[in-house]
């Protein structure tokens, strides 16, 4: 299969926070992927800051050492390597002092893509956006990336927005949320709107409910800190599930256009009602083959949720009456992100009552094995009647993406690239990330409450019983978390 490396322009990429986990970890590794991929224009450049004092050759064994850790199989590759740690460059500034910045504003090149990735916690934000404008460094069509979290709150989401927009415009302003990044949340997309299949029977005239789980096997230990004060619900709904149900639910855009994909979100956010507390339930992972979730956070009191399942209700014409119910947690059975679209019954059987049980399910895999599948109803082969059983249409893309040369191609390698390119449509735009912390602000009120204490639920199981009565009180059952 020929290439389908779209080029980019040549660019500067600055990495705030360059000697950070995230740049080790993620943005690094996934730079080099696309250096080999030949996605990497021969003049592009990557130029790390932090406070370290260190120069180009002590970044670039910084570097080697983080490629050796966590890249792939590329890393094998020695002349491959070298050839990546050529292109990147170091400079010590202190963001929130004066040193540093007139080395940054000298190194930097005109007539190239200028992008700079704040890999900082947000607090330094507003810093970096107020000295990379005062100084100049930052030009009209100059490209800002931010990382999750963005505000514990509405008021902090708003107070980071305002302190990006007073120098920046929202069309320089990248928001990541990784899970945008993964191929088969934009084959959501593609599935929903470039088939005939799927959007006529995508409403409440065909659709019983939709269930999004996120499910991690690990726990908390190593951000403790961070995570007893934040939760679940700030952790991974306000983001990353609201933007799968925003994907799931939306109105086909106009036009496959950035403000026009993420116009469509908004509304769906604006329209999700408010939560009833009898519908949100929250879990805690006890003790079992790891430590409990407070060890992991050495607080014996936390009464911080590490799983919550909410069933949610979204007031559209479309959506009227479809319970959505969204769960997620560490410290489960398996690692497993999915949309689950349940079908309704058919309203008229042929084939006798006790086939009521059969219904179409449609699921969108996330991890592992990224793809989807359609459950339909056939006869089962053989003599013996007319028996009928469910079989699923599998698509699995990670296949398919093995024979066209681009296997596993991470979320963090689109995104940035898509950052070189100006392509904000799987970025955050600063009024949806309002939207979605007004809708989780009472959420999180709610659970803030005394009497909400989160149940203790077994290390590799599906969460707390009550998650399952949530389902079971309608008559309703959560798919099998399956790895
Ligand atoms: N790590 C992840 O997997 C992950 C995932 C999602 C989101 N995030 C987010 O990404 C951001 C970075 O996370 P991280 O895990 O990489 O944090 P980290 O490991 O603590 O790294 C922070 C980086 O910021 C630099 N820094 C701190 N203060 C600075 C200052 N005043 N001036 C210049 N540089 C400064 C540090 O270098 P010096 O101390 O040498 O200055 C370091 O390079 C955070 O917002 C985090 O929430 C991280």
Not at 155 to 183: C, M, P, T, V, W
Not at 294 to 323: K, Q
Not at 345 to 352: E, V
Request: aromatic share 8%.
């Amino acid at each position: 299969m020929a290439s389908r490396i779209i080029p980019v322009d040549t660019f500067d990429l600055v990495i705030f926070g360059g000697t950070g986990d995230l740049a080790r970890r993620k943005i690094l590794p996934s730079l080099l992927r696309r250096f080999r991929a030949g996605q990497m224009p021969p003049g592009a450049r990557i130029i790390a800051c932090a406070r370290a004092a260190l120069d180009d050759a002590g970044y670039r064994d910084l570097a080697a050492r983080s490629i050796a850790e966590f890249g792939g199989a590329e890393r094998e590759d020695a002349d491959l390597v070298a050839a990546f740690l050529d292109r990147l460059h170091y400079i010590a500034v202190d963001v929130t002092g004066d040193g540093g910045w007139a080395e940054l504003a000298a190194i930097m090149r005109p007539d190239v893509v200028r992008a700079f990735y704040f890999s900082v916690r947000p607090e330094l934000f507003g810093p970096i956006a107020e000295r990379l404008h005062l100084r100049d460094i930052a030009e009209d069509e100059s490209r800002i990336v931010v990382e999750k979290p963005f505000g514990r709150d509405l008021a902090s989401a708003q107070g980071l927005n305002a302190s990006l927009a007073a120098h920046f415009e929202e069309r320089q302003i990248y928001r990541i949320d990784h899970y945008l990044g993964k191929e088969t949340v934009q084959n959501l997309m593609a599935v929903r709107f470039a088939n005939m299949l799927f959007e006529p029977l995508w409403n409440n005239h065909y659709i019983d409910h939709i269930q999004i789980t996120v499910a991690e096997t690990v726990g908390v230990a190593g951000r403790g800190n961070y995570y007893d004060g934040t939760g679940a619900i700030r952790d991974m709904v306000q983001n990353h599930l609201m933007q799968l149900l925003c994907l799931t639910a939306m109105e086909p855009p106009a036009q496959f256009e950035a403000d026009m994909v993420r116009d469509e979100k908004l509304k769906v956010i604006r329209a999700l009602r408010p939560v009833a507390p009898e519908d949100i339930v929250l879990g805690q992972y006890a003790a079992g083959a790891d430590p409990s979730y407070r060890d992991d956070v050495a607080n014996p009191e936390s009464s911080t949720e590490s799983f919550v399942a909410l069933r949610c209700t979204i007031g559209t014409w479309r959506w009227a009456g479809v319970p959505f119910y969204l769960r997620t947690g560490k410290r489960m059975k398996a690692r497993s992100s999915e949309i689950t679209v349940v079908f309704q019954q058919l309203g008229h059987r042929i084939f006798g009552e006790d086939l009521a049980s059969h219904r179409n399910v449609l699921s969108i895999r996330l991890q592992p094995n990224d793809g989807i599948d359609l459950r339909v109803t056939v006869k089962e082969r053989g003599p013996g009647g007319m028996r009928l059983v469910d079989m699923p249409l599998d698509l699995t893309f990670a296949d398919m993406e093995a024979d066209q040369g681009e296997a596993g191609v991470d979320a963090y390698e689109r995104l940035i690239m898509d950052v070189i390119r100006g392509d904000q449509t799987l970025f955050m735009r600063g009024d949806e990330v309002e939207a979605a912390w007004a809708w989780t602000d009472p959420i999180v009120a709610i659970c803030a409450g005394h009497d909400r204490i989160p149940q203790f639920y077994e290390q590799g199981s599906n969460g707390p019983d009550d998650a399952l009565m949530l389902l079971h009180r309608e008559g309703r059952r959560w798919r099998e978390i399956k790895g």
